[in-house]
């Protein structure tokens, strides 16, 4: 029970500075020496109380990755590694953070090609791309 109340303080103690999934928390606190059974109690308790939600906080992720115009393939790898792996982009929300990445971060001419390619280097498909060139460029 002690064992089990000092997981719990470790664990709070993380949540208190950001969202953690359920399996970053698990991981974390395997690593910290805590045994496997307590850490399962532990997270059970966690997510009944409403700490931890891998979906809340992958929709949470999914919202700043259309603000910071990141594409569907780094929002996939970024909940992948998080242990979350049910949220994607749909093609309207992809276009619109498209578009905010170009409005952000783009200081090149404002010439087709290269808007394109700005895109697919950052890991937008080719659709999804030339359709937010040509939206910026009417901009």
């Not at 994607?88 to 905010?100: R, T």
Request: proline share 0%; with cysteine; glycine share 6%.
């Amino acid at each position: 029970m002690e064992q089990e109340n000092k997981a719990k303080s470790e664990a709070f103690k993380l949540l208190s500075r950001r969202d953690y999934s359920e399996r970053e928390i698990v991981q974390k606190l395997l690593r910290k020496g805590f045994e496997q059974s307590i850490v399962e109690n532990v997270v059970n308790y966690l997510k009944e109380e409403g700490y931890i939600n891998d979906k809340k906080l992958g929709e949470r992720l999914k919202e700043i990755a259309i603000e910071k115009g990141k594409s569907n393939v780094f929002l996939k790898k970024k909940l992948y590694s998080k242990g979350i792996c049910n949220i994607e982009l749909s093609y309207s929300e992809e276009l619109e953070s498209a578009k905010n990445l170009l409005r952000r971060k783009y200081k090149g001419d404002k010439n087709f090609k290269q808007i394109v390619k700005f895109l697919l280097n950052r890991g937008f498909s080719y659709g999804i791309a030339s359709e937010a060139a040509k939206s910026f460029l009417e901009e």
